[in-house]
């Protein structure tokens, strides 16, 4: 029945309630519905074991004393039935000044005479007219003795035993001649077995009870435990990211899974702060030249002797720019998303690579003033998409050209040649490895782990041409190869005389890309994918982000 709602909300249901309907409350009653199960079967095995089989050798006595019976009938007659019968009911199975048996009892009823010259019950057992195999019954038996006959003139008793009713035919005429009634007093193995039957029905209400209370204890501590990752929840929903899942100290599954929650938290709120921070960095980026491209609109419809020729053209770049960012962001979101699939990937030699896109950065180098030299080494074919690989050479070239200059470095006359240099090397332990690497200003190393995120750059005024999706785009590139990607030092730079020379920057190193690419699979790729070879300079999404 669900729980009925009130002005104020729903009403939430009672701890009580909550507590049956937990998860570890239910599984502790299907434990011991099982155990109490398995204890029933161990019971009923232990009774047939040891009960039942001292009550199964009863009725095998019975049996077998009916046998020699049947025999002494048939070879001596009634009369030898008899008379063994009374001997055995009235000297060898009987107690002194007890006028019953502490054992057998017999009732022997002649058929003609319809006499019971042996009896040691009141009756036959109306049950063993009918059945013709052995039964239980109660009867009751006179504890009178030489000393308490006057005391207690009628002392009796309930006793058990197990009996079968015997006919026994005139083998000549087919005829009933006696009928003999033999038990064997089994009360002390029903009294065991009564015995272990409390004991059995004692304990499995004491661990029904044990049961229900553990449940009940063990889902509070689980729904207090939950209600506590419920409300840091509720609270993170409600946008307070601060909120965390409180650790007991335990240190079981429960502080394991607050753990990798209040992880997955600290990563959820880095995500939102960085997109807040990407937000402000695409409104500065795009308001710049939205800004300029409204002035030059403005220019154009205000001023009909305008330039309109060299309005349109200026109008035209700083569209293109824009798409150009947008395309970065678009083409890293496919990547991460997966929509290369891997299905499409080839064996790629690395050093191919780098030679295609040498032939169109070679010049662009030369022009810029840089020294683009190789250092390649035959390495291991890697498993990846020979365009994508191109795009993310070219993006490290475009970051190289941009900011692997020192700010005096664009003097022509500057002691300090700027230079690249592009490598490419087997990796030990199986793959290749590829790095490229200046010998401009470098990246402080607390910021190095930072600019592979989108639209970060490192230059406050960010003046630099570019979007800051460069490195962005690489990263993203060598994941879906399942490479690794490391940002450390570069070429180094050697010391100068900065007051002599009037030239900033002394001694120390540039920036260094290094990408390990893993083992390639022995499986060929059915496609292959035609290589794309970027334009250098180009402020596609090659562009750094430092």
């Given at each position: 029945m669900m729980d009925e709602d009130t002005p104020s909300g729903p009403r939430q249901p009672s701890m009580l309630r909550r507590l049956t309907r937990t998860t570890s409350f239910r599984f502790a009653l299907i434990t011991v519905s099982l155990f109490m199960v398995s204890v029933m079967l161990l019971g009923a095995f232990s009774y047939r074991a040891t009960i039942g089989a001292a009550i199964t050798g009863v009725e095998d006595q019975i049996d077998e004393e009916f046998e020699n019976l049947q025999k002494i009938y048939q070879l001596v007659g009634l009369a030898s039935l008899r008379g063994t019968v009374k001997a055995r009911a009235s000297s060898e199975n009987r107690l002194l000044f007890n006028?019953?048996?502490?054992?057998?009892?017999?009732?022997?009823?002649?058929?003609?005479?319809?006499?019971?010259?042996?009896?040691?019950?009141?009756?036959?057992?109306?049950?063993?007219?009918?059945?013709?195999?052995?039964?239980?019954?109660?009867?009751?038996?006179?504890?009178?003795?030489?000393?308490?006959?006057?005391?207690?003139?009628?002392?009796?008793?309930?006793?058990?035993?197990?009996?079968?009713?015997?006919?026994?035919?005139?083998?000549?005429?087919?005829?009933?001649?006696?009928?003999?009634?033999?038990?064997?007093?089994?009360?002390?193995?029903?009294?065991?077995?009564?015995?272990?039957?409390?004991?059995?029905?004692?304990?499995?209400?004491?661990?029904?009870?044990?049961?229900?209370?553990?449940?009940?204890?063990?889902?509070?501590?689980?729904?207090?435990?939950?209600?506590?990752?419920?409300r840091t929840a509720e609270a993170v929903r409600a946008g307070d990211l601060s909120r965390r899942v409180p650790l007991s100290g335990a240190q079981d599954e429960f502080d394991s899974l607050a753990q990798n929650l209040n992880a997955m938290l600290d990563q959820i709120e880095r995500l939102m702060d960085g997109m807040?921070?990407?937000?402000?960095?695409?409104?500065?980026?795009?308001?710049?030249?939205?800004?300029?491209?409204?002035?030059r609109l403005d220019t154009a419809i205000t001023k009909p002797d305008a330039d309109t020729q060299d309005i349109l053209h200026k109008t035209a770049g700083d569209v293109d720019r824009l798409l150009a960012t947008f395309n970065a962001l678009l083409s890293i979101t496919r990547i991460e998303a997966g929509e290369q699939t891997k299905k499409r990937m080839q064996r790629v030699d690395l050093i191919s690579v780098v030679n295609e896109v040498l032939e169109l950065y070679e010049p662009a180098a030369e022009e810029a003033g840089f020294d683009l030299v190789t250092d390649l080494t035959p390495a291991p074919e890697v498993l990846g998409s020979r365009e994508l690989l191109s795009q993310a050479l070219a993006n490290l070239l475009d970051n190289a050209f941009k900011y692997g200059v020192l700010p005096d470095?664009?003097?022509?006359?500057?002691?300090?040649?700027?230079?690249?240099?592009?490598?490419v090397a087997p990796r030990p332990g199986g793959g290749a490895l590829l790095s490229v690497a200046d010998n401009g200003p470098g990246v402080p190393a607390s910021d190095r782990a930072r600019i592979l995120?989108?639209?970060?750059?490192?230059?406050?005024?960010?003046?630099?041409?570019?979007?800051?999706?460069?490195?962005?785009?690489?990263?993203?590139?060598?994941?879906?190869?399942?490479?690794?990607?490391?940002?450390?030092?570069?070429?180094?730079?050697?010391?100068?005389?900065?007051?002599?020379?009037?030239?900033?920057?002394?001694?120390?190193?540039?920036?260094?890309?290094?990408?390990?690419?893993?083992?390639?699979?022995?499986?060929r790729a059915t496609s292959a994918t035609k290589a794309a070879r970027p334009s250098p300079g180009s402020d596609s999404p090659g562009i750094q982000s430092s």
């Open positions: 006028p019953y048996s502490s054992d057998s009892l017999y009732i022997l009823i002649d058929s003609k005479t319809k006499q019971l010259p042996v009896r040691d019950l009141e009756e036959v057992p109306s049950e063993a007219l009918t059945s013709d195999g052995a039964i239980e019954f109660e009867y009751r038996r006179d504890r009178r003795n030489l000393e308490n006959t006057f005391l207690e003139p009628e002392s009796f008793e309930t006793r058990y035993a197990i009996g079968r009713l015997e006919r026994f035919y005139d083998p000549q005429t087919g005829e009933l001649e006696a009928l003999i009634f033999l038990a064997r007093d089994i009360s002390d193995l029903v009294s065991i077995r009564m015995a272990a039957r409390d004991v059995i029905l004692t304990m499995a209400l004491g661990t029904l009870v044990l049961a229900l209370l553990l449940a009940f204890f063990s889902s509070r501590s689980f729904l207090v435990r939950i209600d506590r990752v419920n807040r921070q990407v937000s402000d960095n695409i409104a500065h980026d795009l308001r710049s030249p939205l800004t300029r491209i409204r002035n470095q664009e003097n022509k006359d500057s002691r300090i040649t700027p230079r690249i240099e592009i490598k995120n989108r639209f970060v750059r490192l230059e406050q005024s960010r003046s630099t041409q570019g979007s800051g999706l460069g490195l962005s785009m690489v990263s993203a590139i060598i994941s879906f190869h399942d490479g690794n990607l490391t940002i450390g030092d570069g070429l180094a730079r050697p010391a100068i005389d900065a007051e002599a020379d009037g030239i900033a920057g002394g001694a120390g190193a540039g920036l260094g890309v290094r990408i390990a690419f893993p083992v390639a699979p022995k499986t």
